[in-house]
Each structure stands twice: as structure tokens, then as C-alpha cells.
């Protein structure tokens, strides 16, 4: 990896974690359409710390090289710090989804609720493993070499905190300064007034990623399910409330029935059905 194109800008708080001199892998924007398409397929919802670096940059080549991991592995050498290579993250669009998951993956004995995310040196295939929990997927790896899995990491956030430049140094992936480069509250106040639909789910994904204000969000996102007539803006606000809900302790404002219930009184797309049974089957 060429060190120099690692930039963090500590003054302007922001954090770069894609490599500029490489355009490998580099999907076109992600589409709202095609995530709601891979989930109603798998019966998932992604979570939206994954969705928000891809919303930066669709995919394509880091500037971390490395996953930082505590168990023995074919990559590393026995007796120093184990870790794992990671070469590039995955883009995200449907057809990604068919020719990276649905068609290499089972080639090596792996089905179920998965969907592939990045590739280390063309030896470890990383993806997301739904099978456990459908709204908050661990990481894990398949080893090529020796036809292994294990996972790497029980959340995709902390997946990211692993990330590392393995020379010279090992160095964590900053969180906090990757986080600081999202929109303020000011910003996203008046993004989410656009009438341009992308600029508003946008703003949307940057103010749950952040965590801040989360009451007035809620409330925010019930008034967009009440008045919204646009089917793929209704399915995207009630997947993402039904997500903080279940997932970030947003019930403490609306509870699973009252969400459920208000989602029931759109009475005008059957896919809502998915996310009111996510809500009772927590109750």
C-alpha cells in the first residue's frame, strides 16, 4: 500500500479511507432501489453503519491494508500479532450482490443469509452473516487457502475499528474522526427539506449514524410515514425506524405495537408486512 496517499485531516476533522490512486472496485452510487431489493430477498435489513460508508464511496480499493484479529490464521506468521489482509471493501448494487454472493459463495459450501463485502489478497473472502440476527449481521471470513470460516467480528462497526496499516506501523482505524465527517445537525436540518429524494435519504442515513437527537428523529421519521404517498420512501423510513427500534433503544419513544400499528395503517404496500412481524416477534 502506498503510505503517502493516506491522508487523515485532523484540522477539518474528516478521515479518508479510500485509496485516491486506485479506482478497483469503485460500483456507481448505491441505490436505494437495489438495497431494498437484496433485502426483501434475504429477509434482512443492513445495518446502517455499513450502508453509511458506502453512501461516502460505493466500494473500492482502502488505504488500511490490514484487519487486526486474536486467533492464529494461515496469513499471519506464528508468534506476532495476528491479523488478517483486507485489500478492498465491496460495493453494494443488486448485480454485485448476485455475482459476488449468490454464485461464488456456495461454490464453497456456504449458504444462508449472507452477503460478501470485501476480499483480502485474493485468499480471504469477507461478508456479512445474517444467520443469526436479520438487522445486525457479524463478520466473517472464508479462508481459501484451507476452505475456513471463522468469524472476525461480531458487529460490522467493529469490524471497521480493527482496520489497520499493518507497515510500519499498526494503527487503528479512528472512529471518531471518521464519524466527524458527517454532516452537522444544522446541515441535515436542511437537507432532509429537499425535495431532491436522494439529498433527503442522505441526511436521513447521516443523522442515525451520528446518534444525536435520536427522540426528534423518531418523531421525524412518523411523520414521514404518515404523509409520505411515494411506496420506496415509505419502505425506506419504516425499515430504518423499525431498525432504531429494534436495534439502538429508539422504543424508549415509540414502542414495537405503536410502530407496528402505524405501519398497519398505511394499509398500501404488503412488504411493510416484513417489518411489523420484525416488531411483534421482539414484543
Known amino acids: 500500500m502506498r503510505l503517502e496517499s493516506f491522508t487523515t485531516q485532523i484540522g477539518d476533522g474528516t478521515l479518508n479511507i479510500w485509496d485516491q490512486e486506485d479506482d478497483y472496485g469503485i460500483l456507481a452510487p448505491l441505490s436505494e432501489r437495489d438495497i431494498q431489493q437484496i433485502e426483501h430477498e434475504l429477509q434482512i435489513t443492513f445495518p446502517e453503519s455499513f ?13 488500511y491494508n490490514a484487519v487486526s484479529v486474536d486467533f492464529e490464521n494461515t496469513w499471519s506468521e506464528p508468534g506476532e500479532a495476528s491479523y488478517l489482509p483486507i485489500r478492498y471493501l465491496e460495493g453494494l448494487s443488486y ?10 459463495l456456495p461454490e464453497w459450501g456456504i449458504t444462508g443469509k449472507h452477503v460478501t463485502i470485501g476480499d483480502g489478497e485474493g485468499t480471504y473472502i469477507y461478508y456479512l452473516n445474517f444467520d443469526q440476527q436479520d438487522n445486525n449481521p457479524s463478520v466473517w471470513y472464508l479462508d481459501t487457502s484451507d476452505e475456513s470460516t471463522r468469524e472476525v467480528a461480531p458487529t460490522f462497526p467493529d469490524f471497521l ?5 499493518q507497515e510500519p506501523d499498526l494503527e487503528p482505524i479512528d472512529l471518531e474522526a471518521f464519524y466527524a465527517s458527517y454532516p452537522s445537525m444544522e ?4 437537507s432532509i427539506q429537499s425535495e431532491n429524494i436522494d439529498t433527503v435519504l442522505y441526511a436521513f442515513g447521516s443523522w442515525m449514524t451520528i446518534g444525536l437527537e435520536q427522540e426528534r428523529l423518531v418523531h421525524e421519521m412518523m411523520k414521514r410515514i404518515n404523509t409520505t404517498t411515494d411506496p420506496d420512501l415509505l419502505d425506506f423510513f419504516a425499515q430504518s425506524l423499525t431498525n432504531l427500534v429494534l436495534n439502538t433503544g429508539a422504543d ?11 405501519l398497519e395503517s398505511k394499509g398500501v404496500d404488503s412488504d411493510l408486512n416484513v417489518y411489523i412481524n420484525w416488531l411483534r416477534a421482539e414484543d
Open 51 to 63: 450502508l453509511s460508508v458506502l453512501r461516502k464511496q460505493n466500494g473500492g480499493c482502502l488505504l
Open 161 to 165: 475499528s480493527r482496520w489497520m496499516i
Open 187 to 190: 446541515e441535515i436540518d436542511l
Open 252 to 262: 424508549v419513544y415509540i414502542s414495537n405495537e405503536q410502530l407496528a400499528r402505524l
Open 95 to 104: 448485480d454485485s450482490f448476485v455475482e459476488s454472493t449468490k454464485l461464488v
